[in-house]
């Protein structure tokens, strides 16, 4: 590719990449986003992004590129000047995802943890693509998952009473937790996830009996953790993340509802479809309730007992073309907003103040960028690029528009 900077287009399509994973699910990937399963487990997350391990692709007049090139061979072109001295890439990662069981229990570093973790990895010599690695990349991963479709999850520690009372007098014993301190939930979760063979098996037995026990009680919170427990022991035999539902809050969102989780919350998204969108990051620390590479003591020494989720309900404000939903989190790097176009439609004109990603996913969108940056039509479940050195934009149509880009950024 041999481009002049002044011809390239300031927005252009994408091409994204799938991921597939046992816990995916396919038909809840397809309503909102264009993508072709291989052969094999179903698809569990479309990202939209420049990280190295999976780039988005831009179609351009003489092919398709992956991002990530592009924005190194143009950095203040698709990024913009102010982005790209302070990031060098797109700070963000966008996808879509959708959990037909249980992913893996999870917590993500600081991005001092990250750096270290990625540095040590390095010197270690360990490949980016062993199954034993831990930090893909230098970034922390602060995320906020907005819920297309009824979704669940478990994040964040409930108060140590409660968990106390779920796990009842017989457990609380075998684990020497008494449910008096915060403090003490790092060494609780470092002992129920440490126990293995035989000493797990009779623990399991218990937790099984407990959880049956729960499906009896009167309080709604008790019956739907040992509802849980018991489809993930079915899930995961022998896996101590079964433990989870009795120590991590269940949530439960409504969709455009959202859910923000920082570093060191331990947290596993359980069922339903969500757009997520994160620092660009593919650092994952795990426990449990996977196959992949686990590290137990690494998630102890990084969790933090009082850090939990924030619920997040949109700011809406209403306007004569339809409503705007801005989705405030304290992260640096993202930002999400949806813009509701009612059916008479409408053209709304805005200047642009760092890199997009739009994702169309009702009704069709014409997307303009002032200046001979290009034009493009985006259908239902098609998504586009806007260069971050785009001076004007309009989008004119209706239906559902959603709009990641950096900070605090206002249309």
Known sequence: MNRDQRHLPCIASLENPVQQYAWGNTQGILPFIEATPKPGYPIAEVWMGSHGLAPSKLRLDDGSFPLDELIRRSPEHWLGARVAGRYHDLPFLFKVLAAGSPLSLQLHPTQKEAQEGFEHEEQAGIPLSAPERTFKDANHKPELAVALTPFSAMAGFRDPSEIADLLGPKLCRAFDFNGQKPEELRDFVRHVF????????????????????????????????????????????????????????????????????????????????????????????????????VDVDLLCDMLDPDAQP???????????????????????????????????????????????????????????????????????????????????????GAGSLWRATTGAHAL
């Open 194 to 293: 440490s126990t293995k063979g035989d000493a797990y098996k009779i623990l399991e037995a218990e937790l099984r009996a407990r959880a049956e026990a729960l499906l009896r009680s009167n309080s709604e919170r008790a019956r739907e953790a040992g509802a849980m427990v018991l489809e993930l022991q079915a899930l995961y035999p022998h896996d101590p993340g079964q433990f989870s539902p009795l120590i991590l809050n269940i949530l439960n969102l409504d969709p455009s509802e959202g859910l923000f989780i920082p570093a060191g919350v331990i947290h596993a998204y359980v069922k339903g479809s969500i757009l997520e969108i994160m620092a660009c990051s593919d650092n994952v620390i795990r426990a449990g309730l996977t196959i992949k590479h």
């Open 310 to 396: 924030t619920l997040i309900r949109p700011n809406r404000e209403q306007h004569a073309w339809g409503s705007r939903s801005i989705y405030a989190t304290p992260a640096e790097e993202f930002r999400l907003e949806h813009l509701d176009v009612g059916p008479g439609g409408a053209v709304i004109p805005y200047v642009p103040t760092g890199p997009e990603i739009l994702l169309c996913t009702e009704g069709s969108f014409r997307i303009r960028a002032g200046c001979d940056g290009g034009e493009l039509v985006l259908p239902a479940r098609a998504s586009c690029f806007v260069g971050g050195s785009c001076s004007e934009l309009s989008i004119e």
